[in-house]
């Protein structure tokens, strides 16, 4: 690390010595000629911004060419003087953030004296950069009805964009940018990292009210961009200006203005037992902002030189949403599992035996009734505490239990306050600095669904607060009119507490189970909490407190020279998390299985059994029980240069030639206390091979050949098209894991079931579990305790992965129809190699011991025996397995600001094709050894897009073609707006799973569980008809049926692939209208409408994709549509009163 920071220090100090233009800026250039066309050197240029008067030099090089960078977004006065010629003046040159603008100029003969004005009209065609994407100002995305004000919200109105699923734009987690993962995306707040140092998809939230203008770019990235393998974001917030200017809303909504859900059986004003007077709903999202001077009375006059904005917004949401769920019946409770006759057996585990021929036999419950005084005491105390909420809707039954038997009332508490503050300060013309800081602070009331008593609810019960702030320090230097050096500082910090109310109320001893801690309530199960496998909820999730902070440097430096623009800079990232959690110290008791009726070799019978009446009799199959013996700590730095020369060829053509060079240290903790698994190591526990270890260094190899070209033309042959191309490398941070990993042993783990192939209970959870014990080395680790290995896992971070990388190329043509209006056609492709997946290897192939029936049979009853790795369960290697291709044409349409109206529009058809879509993931139906069959649509794939946004002042009042008076008149019918955002795209792909099959099959470990199919799956003819019972699962239409499946035969995998099937489609509209009263020449209040989803095209979520022959009418249900912050959304109204100056 010393020789790094060594290496840091010294490519700060040579770049400080040179030059370049920081992300988030503008830059101007062009050419000076005199009227015979020859080019002009010596000129000097003055540009001036309007709002702050901050003056910007430059002089013409004797190739005529001027080049002023570093420029905020906004509008410009720019002058050109040359003795022997007329001054030029050119007024209202508008800059949009990553603008490399050309205004060129022709001097005229003449006494300096005399001046040339002239007013600008800024082209739209872009002919210096072979990088697109599209610009939005943020006072457009403010008037836009975009709910709740996400800056990531752009992210929709641009070409090259997928979702996977309805995407919430309070992150990133949904998108996905030219086919790649959603964690490559890069936002870049005025000029630093903007991502959480995790995943990548949290991010800082800067205040649409506070923003300038956003940058996407989705196709060849210049080279000083990096971390953006998917994208960019650049975000630029405002700065203030000589005049004071402020605004305050108020924004929001009540119960009346928002429509029910299409799940939702009662309006929201029709009284319930719970709510007499209604469901409640209140929604409210006051915002404001000021900016202007820094002026300090008698003491210091900052106009000219020092400014401030503030922007603040609160987020305030109280509301009831109702939704259906599942609860135990009192049947249920009293032991009655006989569900009118579709119950599955019920057999009683005391009953477990082995028989003289070695077969397994268990009695069943007659009548599939289990008498009360059969419950164990633990489960007669959770049945007093009854921790559930009461059945209230009459729901239907299949053969595991009730469906859709409870309507509840789901209370949201959400409170967010957002702040951003902005400082610059102009010391000379040739330096400024600036300051900038965004904070995100969110409540994390959680939203109880099923459970009363919130102890008992480890999903909705807890209290997650989540804290994020984003500050960034600049400072530009212009040493000269060819040499500019920018410096950025960046310090992002985000922070997660999990408060638990179980938390140290001794449930053991409530409950009466011995022999475990106090610190929290026992879990009792795992899965939705709506089934019987986790008990209808009763799981619980220990205290936690996570930070993670990223620190960012970087200095750009951009030099002139004849007819090339080189730039060069240096950056560092240091990525750190600090993580504790309590998790399982008071175990984790599983049931399931214990019911079921056995096969011979002691294998659970299908279609048997009910894990809640496990848990009745407090039979247990497994208990678990950790402690963390130390915290998670681990530590990532990132070291990049790169070079970047802007080659004017010629008038027409402009070439970006760049490199970039990455190098990211390999995985390592604070103090070294990290794991990694060694499949040639010897385990200290059993003498075999394969091991976990814990390495005193990284944990791989440092990859030192990442080189990043980035190639692009702009050509501009005629004045009225533009030709773009280009392609580019870009690596992708591997960062941390997204879940603790490489963390083996760290969390001392203690396990308790019987020896493998071995079906009796453990014991009662009643009479408790052995004495918990954990045998803690002198170096701070504790190896596994228990004599079922299938319990113990392990991470393996392969030592020869490297950074993956993703090729971008693209080529596209503009053409100006007409002045204001662009119309641009694009291609743009990528592949991504070397993807991290992360899968499992402790497993054998899904056809092992095909040929053997015999062998087959044994494998069948002791798996874990046949693991490569017999002494560990689940072994998960990290490693770059990865592969994704894109391939997209976009028409598009773009009209500037001219006659009231500006809007933008495009059709793109698209595929995105990958293995899987995460770091996180890999599995497929036949595991690792054959990994190339999950090969196939993305799961966030969405093959055709249409988004049109339009802003349009209608043509009414003063000035306007209708109505064009003053008074009354105007004050009644003019300053009316009109926003309009459209979206229609196809649906996500579906992938499908079976359960209740009959037949055996190997764990799930060897292969994901996929079915055969008959007919291809599709959705059906006039599939939006749901049927008259929509509130009943079971009795609703399907939009898939059932019958384009059947059960695969025994020990063999489904030919069902991955992401087969497109799903339902979105169609949304958002609509905004706006109504402005002027008071005098500086106040103005509005009014505004918006409505979100006004044509209620309702959309729906993933339907049900599980094949269950034995309850068929569970498949292929919609169950939910997206709520009021996901895209796609219930219709829904607000209402804003503002005031500005």
Not at 90 to 100: A, C, K, M
Not at 413 to 428: A, E, G, L
């Amino acid at each position: 690390m010393r020789r790094w920071l060594a290496l840091s220090v010294l490519a700060l100090g040579l770049s400080s010595s040179l030059v370049l233009a920081q992300i988030g800026t503008a830059t101007l250039t062009g050419r000076v000629t005199d009227p015979s066309g020859a080019v002009v050197p010596g000129v000097s240029i003055a540009v001036v911004q309007n709002g702050t008067n901050f003056e910007f030099t430059a002089l013409t090089n004797a190739e005529g060419i001027y080049r002023v960078q570093s420029l905020q977004p906004g509008t410009y006065r720019i002058s050109f003087e040359m003795p022997g010629f007329k001054r030029v003046v050119r007024e209202g040159v508008e800059l949009r953030v990553g603008d490399t603008l050309p205004v060129d100029v022709v001097l005229q003969i003449g006494a300096a004296s005399d001046t040339i004005e002239i007013t600008a009209h800024s082209q739209m065609l872009e002919t210096e950069t072979s990088a697109t994407g599209a610009v939005q100002a943020g006072e457009f995305l403010y008037k836009m009805p975009l709910y709740q004000r996400y800056v990531n919200s752009t992210l929709h109105l641009v070409p090259g964009m997928q979702a996977g699923g309805y995407a919430y734009g309070g992150d990133l987690g949904a998108y996905h940018v030219a086919g790649q993962r959603s964690g490559a995306i890069g936002l870049f707040e005025d000029g630093v990292v903007g991502n959480d140092p995790g995943a990548g998809t949290a991010t800082v939230k800067p205040l649409q009210n506070s923003v300038a203008e956003v940058k996407v770019l989705t196709t060849t990235l210049p080279a000083e961009y990096g971390h953006a393998a998917g994208g960019v974001l650049a975000v630029v917030k405002k700065t203030g200006t000589n005049e004071l200017h402020g605004m305050a809303s108020a924004y929001g909504r009540t119960r009346r203005m928002q429509h029910r859900l299409f799940f939702d059986k009662d309006r929201t004003t029709k009284p319930t037992p719970t709510a007499p007077k209604g469901l409640p709903s209140f929604f409210m999202l006051p915002d404001g902002n000021l900016g202007g001077p820094v002026v300090i009375p008698k003491i210091y006059n900052g106009r000219n030189k020092t400014f401030f904005f503030v922007g603040y917004q609160r987020l305030i949401e109280k509301k009831i949403a109702q939704a259906f769920g599942t609860l135990p019946t009192p049947e249920m409770k009293s032991g009655d599992f006989s569900f009118g006759g579709l119950g599955n057996p019920i057999y009683d585990p005391a009953t477990t035996r082995q028989l003289p021929d070695g077969t397994w036999v268990r009695d069943r419950f007659p009548g599939n009734r289990i008498p009360e005084s059969r419950f164990d005491p633990v489960a007669r105390k959770i049945l007093q505490i009854d921790p559930w909420l009461a059945p209230n809707y009459p729901g239907t039954f299949n053969a595991n239990g009730p469906v859709g038997n409870l309507l509840y009332d789901e209370f949201a508490r959400t409170f967010f306050d957002d702040w951003n503050v902005r400082v610059d300060h102009q010391f000379t013309p040739g330096l400024r600095l600036f300051w900038s800081f965004t904070g995100n602070w969110q409540s994390g009331y959680g939203r109880p669904t099923n459970i009363r008593i919130t102890d008992f609810d480890a999903n909705n019960g807890n209290y997650t607060p989540n804290n994020l702030a984003n500050h960034s320090l600049g400072m530009t230097w212009v040493a000269s009119p060819t040499l500019v050096n920018d410096i950025r500082i960046g310090y992002l910090r985000r922070r997660l507490d999990r408060v638990v109310p179980s938390y140290q109320k001794n449930y053991g001893q409530t409950l009466g189970i011995p022999n475990i801690s106090g610190e929290l309530l026992p879990a009792f199960g795992t899965g939705d909490q709506f089934s019987p496998e986790s008990i209808y909820g009763l799981s619980v999730s220990g205290p936690s407190l996570t930070i993670g902070e990223t620190l960012s440097l970087r200095d750009d430096v951009t030099r002139m020279r004849g007819k090339h623009a080189f730039k060069m800079g240096y950056e560092v990232l240091n990525h750190r998390f600090n993580s504790t959690l309590t998790n399982r110290p008071s175990g984790d008791f599983r049931f399931d299985g214990m019911t079921a009726g056995l096969q011979p070799d002691g294998n659970v019978l299908p279609r048997t059994g009910n894990t809640f009446a496990g848990f009745l009799l407090g039979y247990v199959r497994q208990a678990t029980f950790d402690r963390e013996l130390t915290s998670w700590l681990p530590r990532s730095w990132i070291h990049s240069f790169y070079f970047q020369d802007d080659w004017k060829v010629a008038s027409t053509l402009t070439l970006n030639l760049g490199i970039r060079y990455m190098t990211e240290g390999p995985f390592s903790t604070k103090n070294g206390r990290m794991s990694n698994f060694d499949p040639e190591a010897t385990d200290g526990l059993t003498g075999r091979r394969g091991a976990i270890v814990h390495p005193a260094s990284g944990l791989n190899r440092r990859d030192t050949n990442n080189f990043q070209p980035r190639v692009g033309a702009a050509w501009h042959p005629l004045e009225k098209w533009v030709f773009r191309c280009g392609f580019a490398i870009n690596t992708v941070d591997v960062k941390f894991p997204q879940t603790r990993g490489q963390f083996e042993e760290y969390v001392a783990v203690a396990d308790q079931q019987p020896s493998p192939g071995d079906p009796r209970p453990l014991y009662r959870i009643s009479e408790g579990p052995d004495p918990v014990t954990y045998n803690v080395r002198p170096d701070g680790t504790a190896p596994f305790v228990g004599r079922n290995f299938s319990a113990r896992g392990s991470e393996w971070w392969d030592p020869n992965l490297h950074n993956p990388y993703v090729m971008n190329w693209h080529g596209s043509v503009q053409y100006e129809l007409r002045p204001n209006y662009v119309l641009e056609l694009s291609y743009q492709g990528s592949a991504g190699a070397g993807l991290v997946e992360r899968w499992q290897v402790n497993t054998f192939p899904i056809d092992f011991a095909a040929g053997n029936p015999a062998l087959r049979a044994e494998v069948f009853r002791t798996p874990q025996n046949f693991r490569p790795y017999s002494h560990f369960g689940d072994v998960w290697l990290r490693g770059n397995f990865g592969h994704s291709t894109f391939h997209s044409g976009t028409a598009k349409l773009e009209k500037r600001y001219s006659r009231g109206l500006t809007f933008t529009t495009f059709y793109t058809y698209s595929k995105a094709i990958d293995s899987q879509d995460g770091d996180n993931a890999g599995s497929g139906r036949a595991s690792i050894y054959n990994r190339a069959i999950e090969k196939g649509r993305a799961g966030f794939d969405r093959n055709h897009r249409w988004v049109g946004a339009a802003l349009y002042e209608l043509p009414m009042g003063k000035g306007k073609r209708f109505f064009n008076q003053g008074g009354a008149v105007n004050q009644l019918l003019g300053g009316f707006e009109l926003a309009w955002i459209q979206t229609f795209e196809t649906g996500n792909p579906l992938t499908f799973g079976f359960t209740n099959s009959p037949f055996n099959y190997y764990p799930a470990f060897a292969g994901d569980r996929r079915p055969d199919i008959v007919s291809w799956p599709h959705l059906r003819d006039n599939w939006y008809d749901l049927g008259p019972d929509r509130f009943n699962q079971q009795n609703s239409n399907p939009v898939v049926l059932i019958d384009h499946f059947a059960y695969p035969a025994a020990f063999t995998p489904g030919n069902a692939g991955r992401n087969i099937t497109t799903g339902t489609p979105l169609r949304w509209t958002q609509i905004s209208l706006h109504k402005n009263v002027y008071i005098g020449e500086r106040w103005r209040v509005q009014l505004r409408w918006d409505f979100q989803n006004a044509f209620k095209t309702y959309n729906f979520n993933t339907p049900t994709t599980t094949v269950d022959l034995q309850n068929p009418r569970t498949f292929g249900k919609v169950t939910s549509d997206p709520r009021t912050a996901s895209f796609g959304g219930q219709p829904l109204m607000n209402l804003t009163l503002q005031l500005s100056f």
